[in-house]
């Protein structure tokens, strides 16, 4: 084997040598696999490389879990204070759910429909560390990002998971959105796939109950906007049938 390349091998990172003679094997010949193999073995053994590559993406997540609540709890006191600094990327993959209400005749009242349901989630007195404020949210992608205020619901036993609420005048109708999501960081989702197959894996609760506390969170901010949108149409003096509303929901929570 070229010296040269026999350097490049030896020099991988640890990982990269673990997939070389685990998953990705048969993509090598036995003389880059032998190396490979040799290499591993200086390193102390292909049991310590193992643990000692779970130890260092585990470490990665914890202290993006870290910088993430961070983020949050500092974007979560600006936002109270009714600042719009602070602001979050959406992004199709990780939505898993959606419900919308349309209300017509009903443009004008964006501001008063945002009030309403951040009142109706204060009154919910939710048994749970949940926070939310305005801010700035656009879509992924290079050639046109949309940018648009939402209101950002979090919670904090869950902080991968986030609701996002925007209201909007769209000509003569007022145009509601509910957007829930599973954002885990990098490094978490590396490992989820890595481990179970599901970059969301890790995001998720561990036991029933933890479950049963998300789903609880996730039904109050929707029931909160529609109860809002109700209470704005009976304002207005309109009939409820007469909005239009639905969902969908791409991975069940409960």
């Not at 719009?84 to 009242?109: F, P």
């Not at 036993?157 to 996002?164: C, L, N, R």
């Not at 957007?179 to 029933?208: C, R």
Request: with cysteine.
């Amino acid at each position: 084997m070229d010296e040269e390349l026999r350097k490049q091998i030896e020099g991988l990172p640890d990982e990269d040598l673990l997939d070389m003679i685990g998953k990705k094997r048969e993509d090598y010949t036995p003389e880059a696999l032998e190396v490979a193999e040799g290499a591993i073995e200086a390193r102390g053994g292909i049991d310590y490389l193992r643990q000692k590559v779970d130890e260092e993406a585990e470490a990665r997540i914890r202290q993006q879990e870290i910088e993430d609540q961070k983020r949050w709890d500092e974007l979560a006191n600006k936002s109270f204070q009714g600042s719009l600094s602070g602001k979050r990327t959406l992004k199709d993959e990780t939505i898993i759910e959606v419900s919308y209400h349309m209300v017509r005749h009903a443009s004008g009242n964006s501001q008063k429909l945002i009030d309403c349901i951040q009142k109706r989630l204060s009154e919910a007195s939710m048994p749970c560390p949940s926070r939310w404020g305005v801010i700035e949210v656009k879509t992924k992608g290079w050639i046109s990002r949309v940018r648009r205020d939402f209101l950002v619901v979090v919670h904090d036993d869950f902080p991968d998971y986030h609701q996002y609420v925007s209201v909007r005048d769209f000509g003569i109708y007022l145009d509601c959105i509910r957007v829930f999501t599973v954002e885990p960081g990098f490094f978490k989702k590396f490992l989820a796939k890595k481990l179970a197959g599901d970059p969301d894996a890790l995001s998720a609760p561990k036991n029933i109950l933890k479950h049963h506390d998300l789903h609880s969170w996730n039904v109050v901010v929707r029931d909160s906007v529609r109860i809002s949108v109700n209470e704005l149409v009976e304002e207005l003096g309109q009939k409820p049938g007469e909005v239009r509303s639905g969902a969908k929901t791409f991975l069940d929570i409960w």
